[in-house]
């Protein structure tokens, strides 16, 4: 039925509908007029708008038939139109006109009517179904028995009424029929509407015409008869015909909902027993035709009422099982369901209350909803359901409800509830309250938010809570406070000799350390790695003596088992107003970390702006010192070495400087440390090996005993490749292995001696001199110097200032005995730092052969140096 024809089929079939009906209204009046004979016009006139009416719909439904693929979409018009046949051959019978002409109409005439009835119930929207179908025509059967059971008994029984008896209840069922399944089909007007009300006019004038053939009645009455079959014919070929139906609709709905109002089953039988009371009353008697058409009626009820039951039987069925699911689903879910009536308190509970919370039916049911909920959360709850009663969440989600419910221990249960708004479901007319156990989740994010603020390994605060208390701590009016950052040395290489684990317990011993020293309201904290803060209330003194004491503390060796490990610190101070911001206080504490980091081990310095310009001076110096050899910055300048015996130079040292274009000249001092920092330490060694090898090339005038030494850093003398780089240097310049002499730095010596000892043997072996340098400084200087394979001493400066003596008498002063130890050992000796001659004349009077430092000789470029050796040769 969803095949729409084109506009111009339509437009013809609406002529074809026209033309036809108006001749056979035509040919009825010429007979009502006299200009044919009755039987003439009524058999031309309906017997070919029959035979039109059954061709146009039998028509219609083969097109259906092929556009749907179904014949149930098309045996409504295919019965329609047979009927309006059987319609149209009733009309003939009076001009055929044999013996037995009541009864041929009386056949036709029923068969007309059960064809209307049956084409009527299978019309688009009227019915979908046997079952369906078969009530309703139980439904018009009966409303059409208790009429033909009335009309029989009102009034009183007479002979006549026995021989129109067929036709009335035949009309009386059809008619009935046709009535309840046009009422009942969906949609309500249109073809339907027009196809039924055809089918009852045309039925209704039937009967009145086969009742006058039987009844030998007619006349100029039949063609005047004859009019309303015709017009009904019409409109049951228009209606029974559409093709141009709408849908039906979308949600499925039961096909007996339309009439679920209608006394179906009160009016036919009130029509039977008012009619039997009458007859009762006026006749008091009943024949035996009275009695069947009676329990006819009684059958037709008693089935219609059997198909109810069943009805009501079956929609229990389903009601049970639907409240079967409805309990499971409620029994088994994991939250629990309250429904409030207009007051606010509790209707009913889900049978999940005293499972999920322990609540008993006795203990809710009737309890206003705010009595369970936490007075803290009143407010909140109260807000949300008022949102509700005022609809602003009619046509958006429920609204939601973070409360504390009180359950049947009397606890407070952290829970999560939706409201929804039923009021306007008559079955409801409540608010339904759907509340979920949450308390699992919120000790979940208690502990996620407890994890990400606290360091897993140590148990203290981690940067994002050290940065959420400093933003806190800053927030107080007037509130002072310093932050503190330690950086522990020593734990990469615990890490790489001992494991992870013995480095996990170092941080764990650390951490434990730290909070013995802190207040209650200081913040400890592990910002990563081997970085520790402390976040405290004090000012700058108490603050500069806490970091003392955690220096000290942590500085002190930890026993684990199986080991004994020592770590160092730097620590760095800033104070909380100093900073903008938070970042930049914790910035602040970075560098003065970073400072005291270059000033040496276990040290506090406070953040000043000098610290700040001193390590953007030392973060630039590094960028720009990798490219200096390359650049040609880098110089080297000598310093002279001198017989204090006979005032000639018998040697040079070579002085690394970086001659920077902007900020001068830079000593190595501050230089070398850059270099390891920045990792090219040995390419700077190897330079300065190079460089100074070529100057004393050029210096060469065959004084063999004219020497050069230069600064060894301790990375490039732990390599087993530098005794093989000195050899290659040497040949590429020609020199004698002998005038080359490497100094080592004492106070570094103790870091691995094995190494050292078999670097310097390898020298030896190429006949190069080694030096221990600033020989004195260190703290394990005598225990070293039978082991090392050294040919000279270049002494400290702090040697040479010293006055003090061994004993409080007149014993030898400490560099007397140094001197006299190295003389036993066979080692050359060399005083430095001589800046005056009270210096010079007291390592002279020790013994010391040769002597270096400004009073004997500043260093200076090479072009200087040549001139100075030059004129000493003089």
């Known amino acids: 039925m969803a095949v729409q024809p084109p506009v111009h089929s339509r437009l013809t079939d609406r002529v074809s509908l026209l033309g036809v009906p108006v001749v056979a209204v035509a040919v009825l009046l010429a007979g009502v007029a006299g200009l044919t004979p009755p039987e003439v016009a009524l058999a031309i006139g309906v017997g070919g708008a029959g035979l039109w009416a059954c061709t146009h719909l039998v028509r219609a439904a083969l097109e259906i038939h092929h556009a749907d693929g179904t014949f149930v979409a098309c045996r409504g018009a295919g019965f329609i139109g047979l009927a309006a046949l059987a319609a149209g051959l009733t009309a003939v019978i009076p001009l055929w006109g044999p013996p037995s002409a009541g009864v041929w109409a009386t056949i036709a005439y029923g068969v007309a009517a059960a064809l209307y009835a049956t084409g009527v119930l299978f019309l688009p929207g009227s019915a979908t179904t046997w079952v369906v179908r078969t009530r309703r025509a139980f439904d018009g059967a009966g409303l059409g028995v208790s009429l033909a059971f009335a009309g029989y008994l009102i009034p009183p029984v007479k002979d006549e009424h026995l021989e129109t008896l067929p036709v009335t209840l035949l009309g009386a069922l059809s008619i009935s029929i046709t009535v309840v399944a046009v009422l009942r089909s969906r949609p309500h007007g249109g073809p339907s509407v027009r196809c039924g009300a055809g089918a009852i006019a045309s039925l209704v004038t039937l009967g009145i015409l086969t009742t006058m053939i039987v009844l030998d009645g007619g006349g100029r009455l039949l063609p005047l008869l004859g009019l309303p079959i015709v017009a009904g014919l019409a409109l049951s070929a228009d209606g029974g015909s559409r093709r141009d139906l709408p849908p039906p609709p979308l949600e499925p709905r039961s096909p007996d909902q339309y009439l679920a109002s209608y006394p179906l089953l009160a009016v036919p039988g009130a029509v039977g027993v008012v009619a039997a009371l009458w007859h009762l009353i006026t006749v008091r008697d009943f024949d035996t035709v009275a009695i069947c058409l009676g329990i006819g009626m009684v059958a037709v009820l008693v089935m219609r009422e059997l198909l109810v039951v069943r009805d009501i039987r079956l929609y229990a069925g389903q009601l049970q099982t639907a409240e079967a699911h409805f309990r499971s689903l409620v029994a088994g879910a994991t939250d629990l369901t309250l429904v409030l009536d207009e007051r606010l308190r509790i209707r009913w509970q889900s049978p999940a209350a005293s499972r999920l919370f322990g609540l008993s039916d006795d203990e809710v049911v009737g309890r206003a909803f705010r009595d369970l909920i936490h007075p803290d959360d009143v407010a909140g709850a109260q807000a949300a359901i008022d949102s509700v009663l005022a609809g602003e969440h ?122 013995t020293l802190l207040a209650a309201d200081d913040v400890p904290a592990r910002l990563g790695g081997d970085e520790f803060a402390v976040l405290t209330a004090d000012g700058a003194v108490l603050a500069y003596a806490l970091g003392t004491r955690i ?242 001493l270049k002494l400290s400066t702090s040697l040479v200032n010293s006055t003090s003596e ?45 002597g270096q430092g400004f009073a004997l000789g500043r260093p200076a470029p090479a072009e200087r140096i040549e001139a100075y050796l030059e004129t000493h040769r003089a």
Not at 464 to 489: E, K
Not at 764 to 777: E, N, P, Q, S, T
């Open 394 to 515: 009619a046509d958006g989600p429920p609204a939601l409800v973070s409360a504390r419910l009180r359950d049947g221990a009397e606890m407070w249960r952290d829970t999560e509830s939706t409201i929804a708004d039923q009021r306007a479901v008559p079955e409801v007319a409540a608010l339904v309250v759907h509340v979920r156990d949450i308390g699992e989740r919120k000790h979940l994010e208690r502990a996620l938010h407890k994890l990400s603020y606290t360091d897993q390994l140590t148990g203290l605060a981690n940067r994002r809570a050290l940065m959420r208390d400093l933003l806190s701590y800053r927030r107080r009016a007037g509130q002072q406070g310093t932050l503190l950052v330690i950086d522990l040395h020593g734990l990469a290489e615990i890490n790489d000799n001992r494991g992870r684990e013995t480095g996990d317990a170092v941080l764990i011993e650390v951490g434990r350390r730290i909070k």
């Open 806 to 850: 061994v004993a409080a008498g007149s014993g030898p002063a400490v560099i007397d005995v140094v001197v006299s130890l190295g003389r036993r050992l066979g080692l050359e000796i060399v005083a430095k730092g001589l800046e005056t001659p009270e210096q010079i004349e007291r390592a002279a009077k020790a013994g010391c052969p040769y």
């Open 551 to 792: 220096a000290t503390v942590l500085a002190e060796p930890q026993a684990l088992p199986g080991s004994i490990v020592e770590l160092h610190t730097s620590i760095g101070l800033a104070e909380l107003a100093g900073g903008a911001d938070s970042d930049e206080v914790l910035r602040h504490a970075d560098l003065a970390r970073k400072r005291a980091r270059q000033l040496g081990l276990d040290r506090v310095e406070w953040y000043d702006p000098d610290v700040e310009m001193k390590l953007n001076r030392r973060m630039e110096l590094e960028q720009q010192l990798l490219g200096a050899a390359d650049r040609g910055e880098l110089d080297l300048v000598f310093q002279p070495v001198v017989d204090l015996r006979g005032g000639q130079p018998v040697g040079v040292e070579a002085l690394l400087r970086w001659r920077h274009p902007e900020l001068g000249t830079i000593l190595p001092g501050e230089l070398l440390p850059i270099a390891r920092a920045v990792g090219i330490a040995a390419e700077i060694d190897e330079w300065v090996l190079d460089a100074a090898c070529k100057h004393l090339m050029a210096w060469s005038t065959g004084d063999n005993a004219f020497w050069l030494s230069i600064n060894v850093s301790p990375r490039e003398l732990l390599t087993a490749r530098f005794p093989d780089r000195v050899a290659t240097t040497l040949n590429r310049y020609g020199l004698p292995p002998e005038r080359l002499v490497v100094e080592v730095a004492e106070d570094w010596i103790a870091e691995d001696v094995p190494t050292i000892v078999a670097s310097l043997a390898g020298l030896r072996k190429l006949g190069v001199r080694a030096a221990l340098d600033d020989f004195g400084a260190g703290q394990a200087s005598l225990s070293h110097l039978r082991r090392l394979p050294v040919d000279m």
